[in-house]
């Protein structure tokens, strides 16, 4: 029992109100770890067997758990690193660090924080990087796993320009990529990504394989890194110098579709916005990262209104984000946006971290909603959970400047609780 949030849509303004459902006292009937109703509390009330356990979050709001579209589950002793672009950052911190994680002992440690920081934060989906060993890739979805989590990852294949320790081969990438699949894709709510990190790190050679993986498991996703910085996007393209421009490159090699998701895209220009639109292919957003590395300012609003509009996602990037909060997250959306003249409204915000994030993996008739019949992975948000936040609370008067004020001043401490398939796992952390 709680307000239930969740959006229909894309909202288009701040009062828009049919883009999204709000019940001010509302009810979700919870069963093996799906939502079977949701309401009206007394409706639900009413529909619900007896004995049911009842849990009351009043006076707090109740969303689907954010999603977060990209991040390296390798990073987390990276984030705060002090660089001054994207590729100092990788070769100073990046690339050492994940080197460390051949060592399972070592990524099975990592791996139970990241999922500790996933649910402190109210992240119920991510859909992460692993680092290049296999080792990585079974850590972090044994973890998945073990806490029910639905989450996307990939073992990431690399084979140049990077330390010995970090690259595999054209075969062994593919062939890893493979193992990956075998042993973890369809497994728990796990779903494996075909993951190249980017066309700098992969030869020619590397990317025909990832174009086979994509030929042969085209329900797959595809993750990658797409046009971040000026100084990588001018060596990617002397790298591959029959493409016209670095989407192009991907687009060569199959990687270009619906299930495709590219980290930043900030600098496209118009013909690649055409080609990415025309492919369905998503460009994930990851403000902290961007403005952290001095990376660019993304121009989510101007995509999304184009005639060909990009489909997009919003991500933390840790750990070139500097915040594995989704709230902190928009915040800095909203303020790039504003730096180039836009608007991005709080109601928009929430979609993208629920409904639009899972719109943009294809999963939204699982996850992302509190639609009855999808899976129950909820968060429970409240706006006054520190003393500035409540002092502030008191003044605010409508259900989006609530919303407002929770993404510019909320991160975790903001999270009451995160449930996952049905259960609460926050309050449970150690
Ligand atoms: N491009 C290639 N690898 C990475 C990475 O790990 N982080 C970011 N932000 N960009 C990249
Ligand atoms: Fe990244």
Known sequence: RGRLLSFKRLPQSLDDTDSYAYESDGGLLIESGMIVATGP???????????VVEIDHRPHLILPGFIDMHLHFPQMQVIASYAANLLEWLNTYTFP???????????????????????????????AYCSVHKTSADAYFAEAMRRNMRMVGGKVMMDRHAPQGLLDTPEMGYDETRQVISD?????RNHVAITPRFAITSTPAQMEATATLAREFPDLHIQTHLSENHDEITFTCELYPEAIDYTDIYARYGLLGPKSLFGHAIHLSEREADAMSEAGAVAVHCPTSNLFLGSGLFPLKALARREK???IGVATD????????MLR??????????LLGERLNP????YYMTRGNAESLSLVDKIGTLDAGTEADLIVL????????????????????????LQTMGDDRAVVETYVAGKPMKSILQ
Not at 329 to 338: F, P, R
Request: hydrophobic letters at 35%; charged letters at 25%; proline letters at 3%.
């Open 41 to 51: 509390y007394a409706d639900i009330k009413a529909q619900a067997p007896e004995g």
């Open 97 to 127: 660090e994940e080197c460390r994680f051949v060592e399972s002992a070592h990524a099975e440690r990592i791996a139970k924080h990241f999922y500790d920081e996933m649910i402190r934060h109210g992240t119920t989906t991510a859909v």
């Open 184 to 188: 973890w894709h369809g497994k728990g």
């Open 309 to 311: 509009p990009v489909r």
């Open 318 to 325: 840790i750990g070139g984000g500097s915040s594995y909060s």
């Open 329 to 338: 997250t928009m915040d800095e959306a909203y303020k790039i946006q504003q």
């Open 347 to 350: 109601l928009e915000s929430y």
């Open 382 to 405: 409240n706006a006054a959970a520190t003393p500035a936040m409540a002092l502030k609370m008191e003044v605010t008067k409508s259900l989006t400047e609530e919303l407002f004020l």
